[in-house]
């Protein structure tokens, strides 16, 4: 049986410190149960694992990091790979896991 591996880049710009943003990123990990495997606080570096929902699109590794816009201004950026059976399965599935990713960290960052 073939499996197939997929990568995708996504950047979101949020109006808020890179320390808030930085902060806000283990509790929304946290909150979608996904692990943390690495962090690199002097880089602003994550790399999580967000479970396998099927056979057919298994688990993502999702690097993620924060850099500073400006001292109100940051940018997070993803990297997500996600392997599985089914190409076209695994790239939906890997875009909805960073778009969950994003409105979870979008709404963590409203409360701050």
Not at 33 to 47: F, G, N, P, Q, Y
């Amino acid at each position: 049986m073939m499996t197939y591996q997929r990568k995708t880049e996504d950047t979101l710009g949020l109006t808020s410190s890179i320390d808030n943003v930085w902060n806000a990123i283990p509790r929304v990990l946290k909150s979608l149960d996904w692990k943390i495997e690495s962090t690199d606080l002097a880089m602003h570096r994550v790399k999580a694992k967000a479970k396998a929902t099927s056979m057919l699109a298994g688990g993502s590794t999702l690097l993620i990091e924060v850099s500073a816009i400006d001292a109100n201004n940051s940018k997070v950026q993803i990297l997500s790979e996600t392997g599985g059976q089914l190409p076209f399965y695994m790239d939906r599935r890997t875009k909805k896991r960073v778009e969950v990713f994003f409105e979870a960290l979008h709404t963590e960052m409203m409360k701050v």
